[in-house]
């Protein structure tokens, strides 16, 4: 079988397992010394594409014959002493009627790049000095775009919403310390004394209520982005 056709009375998952377990044999057979990576590799990308809706049978003929997958593997390996063939790998047998799991990929890194987003663009509005928090924000930045559980899309807005509330509570905080400062001086005669006040004009809780509709999206994209990183490292 070449992995093309869709034999009759097979299952989706029983058809992905016969695809690699053909795919594992070609590859012992030409002594591919890596040949546990490639068939891991393989069905990594069938599962993420299943995952995505893709049809199996599509998608198995788009990967190709399991003959001509190993016959480039074999042409590709170091040119060194053949190796001796062994047994081919049988892949994890699934109970019948269950999906084939994807490898599971761990979310806390994902998670730990949301917080340093979040953390960073709070203490925008609480430390003078900004480089530690743009530091941060950036290290968080570069988490979330190096974590394979988000699509680029999700990302890309990730990006742009997730820091927002803590830009906004920072744009806040800075108009209140901003504020004007009004001083009044009394005296009776033998004392005297200054009173200072100092007051924002509204301009800090404008602030707040112009930044409200970005306060919602980012909360509300950071809990989706955290939620699909924890699904999908579960291979859910």
Same mark, same amino acid.
């Given at each position: 079988?070449?992995?093309?056709?869709?034999?009759?009375?097979?299952?989706?998952?029983?058809?992905?397992?016969?695809?690699?377990?053909?795919?594992?044999?070609?590859?012992?057979?030409?002594?591919?010394?890596?040949?546990?990576?490639?068939?891991?590799?393989?069905?990594?990308?069938?599962?993420?594409?299943?995952?995505?809706?893709?049809?199996?049978?599509?998608?198995?003929?788009?990967?190709?014959?399991?003959?001509?997958?190993?016959?480039?593997?074999?042409?590709?390996?170091?040119?060194?002493?053949?190796?001796?063939?062994?047994?081919?790998?049988?892949?994890?047998?699934?109970?019948?009627?269950?999906?084939?799991?994807?490898?599971?990929?761990?979310?806390?890194?994902?998670?730990? &790049?949301? =917080?340093?987003?979040?953390?960073?663009?709070?203490?925008? +509005?609480?430390? %003078? #000095?900004? !480089?530690?928090?743009? *530091?941060?924000?950036?290290?968080?930045?570069?988490?979330?775009?190096?974590?394979?559980?988000?699509?680029?899309?999700?990302?890309?807005?990730?990006?742009?919403?997730?820091?927002?509330?803590?830009?906004?509570?920072?744009?806040?905080?800075?108009?209140? &310390?901003? =504020?004007?400062?009004?001083?009044?001086?009394?005296?009776? +005669?033998?004392? %005297? #004394?200054? !009173?200072?006040?100092? *007051?924002?004009?509204?301009?800090?809780?404008?602030?707040?209520?112009?930044?409200?509709?970005?306060?919602?999206?980012?909360?509300?994209?950071?809990?989706?982005?955290?939620?699909?990183?924890?699904?999908?490292?579960?291979?859910?």
């Amino acid at each position: 079988m070449s992995g093309e056709g869709k034999p009759v009375g097979l299952s989706a998952d029983e058809r992905v397992r016969r695809y690699l377990a053909e795919v594992d044999a070609a590859l012992a057979a030409r002594g591919v010394a890596d040949r546990s990576e490639i068939v891991a590799d393989l069905h990594e990308h069938v599962e993420a594409a299943r995952a995505e809706g893709e049809d199996v049978t599509t998608l198995l003929a788009g990967l190709g014959d399991p003959q001509v997958i190993a016959a480039e593997a074999a042409r590709d390996q170091p040119v060194g002493p053949a190796p001796y063939a062994t047994a081919p790998v049988q892949p994890q047998r699934q109970p019948q009627g269950q999906p084939l799991r994807q490898p599971q990929r761990r979310a806390w890194p994902a998670l730990v &790049a949301l =917080g340093l987003v979040v953390l960073g663009s709070f203490l925008l +509005g609480v430390v %003078t #000095q900004p !480089v530690v928090p743009i *530091a941060v924000i950036v290290l968080g930045w570069t988490g979330i775009w190096a974590s394979p559980l988000w699509r680029t899309g999700e990302q890309f807005l990730g990006t742009i919403f997730v820091p927002a509330p803590g830009i906004v509570c920072a744009v806040a905080l800075g108009v209140f &310390a901003g =504020g004007s400062e009004t001083c009044e001086t009394t005296s009776d +005669g033998i004392d %005297t #004394q200054t !009173v200072c006040t100092t *007051a924002d004009g509204g301009g800090s809780l404008l602030a707040l209520l112009i930044g409200v509709p970005f306060i919602v999206l980012g909360l509300a994209y950071l809990v989706l982005l955290a939620r699909l990183a924890v699904v999908r490292s579960r291979g859910a």
